[in-house]
């Protein structure tokens, strides 16, 4: 059974930092690409980053560029998200998601795994 589980999440001021980890079991890590999406209340899911296999090839969205990086430890099969410089506007649950492959997708169908999801809220 596949399970990704994100945990880091919480309640912080504007300019803050926050890390997100999404531990995965069940499917062999090195051979899936990771991906995080936001949803925020009434919005679609949208993407935030992704990371190859090998960890050396992050992709990010143009509106965390330069503030998010993601990161992932292979030997523990756990996919980080460090957020910097938060916003009110990056008020959102956070997903990770696993997709096998070689590709750096960024649509939500493009992705067969999913956590749970972790709410960041961040007020001004």
């Known amino acids: 059974q596949v399970q990704l589980v994100e945990s880091g999440g919480g309640s912080v001021q504007a300019g803050s930092s926050v890390r997100l980890s999404c531990a995965v079991s069940?499917?062999?890590?090195?051979?899936?690409?990771m991906g995080w999406f936001r949803q925020a209340p009434g919005q679609e899911r949208e993407f935030v980053a992704a990371?190859?296999?090998?960890?050396?090839?992050?992709y990010y969205s143009d509106s965390v560029k330069g503030r998010f990086t993601t990161s992932r430890d292979n030997a523990e099969d756990t996919v980080y998200l460090q957020m910097n410089s938060l916003k009110p506007e990056d008020t959102a649950v956070y997903y990770c998601?696993?997709?096998?492959?070689?590709?750096?997708?960024?649509?939500?169908?493009?992705?067969?795994?999913w956590g749970q999801g972790t709410q960041v809220t961040v007020s001004s």
């Open positions: 998601a696993a997709r096998w492959g070689v590709d750096l997708p960024t649509t939500v169908k493009e992705y067969a795994y």
């Open positions: 069940g499917l062999t890590f090195t051979t899936h690409v």
């Open positions: 990371i190859s296999r090998s960890g050396r090839t992050p």
